[in-house]
């Protein structure tokens, strides 16, 4: 039958910030059935990364609808989606401790349900911190994603070393993926030779190592004239995104002298790989986007291999290079066994990574047990209320007493109230805590 002629599949996504939006909007267009329409409607979370509308229509991904929520009122809208507005999949694309919450109040939501929607869950990218802590606070969902053959291994013996059910872990791959493959460098004068440095909001953090990046591009562009140097920001100043970033590169830039060949790039990131030659990073995702297109990748060791950077996942990599390596002219030869296990899939098997995601989803649809976590008020007592108390729940799921707006929709000037109270917050962690933080260093 025509996937015009059937019913649409409802999928709903959860996202708490712009990163984890584009994976989980892209990760529920990847695990639905290639001949099946889908209704793909959006709740971002409200919290200090909600992300603008800027940042929105960066991520280039759309949906049939898309409205701001706060834990309670997403609950309470699926409780309320029922019959033909029942959803059919629910991604929940959030924090550790955010998946968690939702667990725990959508099992109570859910309680008298057995058509439930399939709950799915995952990490954005690379998992290099906090394995045990973020696998554990997602434990629950029916598929919890892993990224590649690398991490399903590692989350199925978390799971099974404490005794948890590890059958939900499900091997996918990174779902931005995709791009036309590195046709080589620029012959003549089509376009310039590029260098791309992907920054990241949070690593490194110091003002010392962050100034020291910014002065090594730029002499890379002072040295080599010929080439366009690139920095790919993920943000503009007072936009936040999965990590706070407390000093913008926009504003280290200020105070040097960068020559006419370097610049300051904002975009869709496969658009900037498109006309890149060289990427060079920390240990953003962004070099996996770039290794599935077998673009020459550094990932930088100048500050060290360190699991406070993150580039220690890369270990193995063939990737690890200085940047007077490549100011001499070193190219990364990356490992092909490491990057096979890592998920990048440049090998052509990308088309078929989602194929086992889809499978259990078709065969989990209909009538599903209760959301079952291992965190419960009898394993983790201590460590559980806590979680749930900053989405405004109790232990058992419900809400707690005297939450704000927890049985109606906010009216208009709640909304402005709302609207208003984000932008100091979001003015205060960006602006004022790093005075005072450094104040305090004084």
Not at 137 to 162: C, I, K, M, P
Request: hydrophobic share 40%; proline share 7%; aromatic share 6%.
């Amino acid at each position: 039958m025509p996937a015009s002629a059937t019913k649409a599949l409802r999928v709903a996504v959860l996202a708490d910030s712009d990163t984890r939006w584009k994976w989980g909007a892209l990760t529920a267009t990847r695990i639905s059935p290639a001949d099946t329409d889908i209704r793909l409607d959006g709740y971002l979370l409200r919290g200090r990364a909600t992300p603008t509308a800027r940042q929105l229509r960066e991520v280039g991904v759309t949906a049939d609808s898309l409205r701001e929520v706060t834990a309670v009122e997403f609950l309470r809208a699926m409780e309320a989606a029922r019959g033909e507005e029942s959803y059919d999949v629910l991604v929940l694309a959030l924090v550790g401790g955010g998946v968690q919450a939702m667990l725990h109040g959508l099992g109570r939501a859910w309680r008298d349900r057995a058509d439930r929607p399939v709950v799915v869950t995952g990490y954005v990218g690379v998992v290099y911190e906090k394995l045990a802590d973020g696998l554990l606070l997602r434990h629950g969902a029916d598929l919890v994603l892993a990224n590649s053959r690398q991490d399903a291994e590692r989350f199925r013996e978390v799971y099974e070393g404490v005794g948890a059910d590890a059958s939900a872990v499900t091997e996918v791959a990174l779902p931005f993926l995709g791009g036309a493959t590195y046709a080589g460098e620029p012959a003549g004068a089509d376009r310039p030779y590029t260098v791309v440095f992907a920054a990241q909001p949070s690593v490194p953090d110091s003002r010392k190592d962050r100034t020291y990046l910014l002065e090594r591009l730029i002499r890379h562009a002072r040295r080599h004239p010929e080439r366009e140097v690139l920095l790919k920001l993920r943000s503009k100043p007072g936009e936040h995104t999965t990590h706070i970033e407390e000093l913008p590169y926009q504003k280290l830039v200020q105070r040097a002298d960068p020559p006419p060949n370097f610049r300051l790039v904002y975009g869709h990131m496969g658009e900037v790989l498109d006309r890149t030659d060289l990427l060079v990073t920390i240990s953003s995702t962004a070099a996996l986007e770039s290794l599935h297109r077998r673009i020459p990748t550094v990932v930088l060791t100048d500050l060290g291999v360190r699991e406070a950077l993150g580039n220690h996942h890369f270990v193995g990599s063939g990737c690890l290079a200085s940047w007077d390596q490549l100011d001499e002219g070193h190219r990364p030869a990356p490992d092909a066994e490491w990057v096979a296990r890592q998920g990048v899939a440049a090998d052509g098997e990308y088309a078929t990574a989602f194929d086992e995601a889809r499978d259990r989803i078709a065969a989990l649809r209909g009538a599903l047990p209760p959301l079952a976590p291992y965190y419960t008020p009898v394993t983790a007592p201590g460590y559980l209320p806590g979680i749930l108390a900053r989405h405004h729940l109790a232990p058992d799921g419900t809400r707690l007493p005297g939450t704000p707006a927890a049985d109606r929709e906010p009216g208009p000037v709640r909304q402005v109230v709302r609207r208003a109270a984000r932008g100091a917050y979001r003015h205060g962690v960006q602006r004022v805590a790093p005075v005072i933080r450094r104040m305090g260093d004084l």
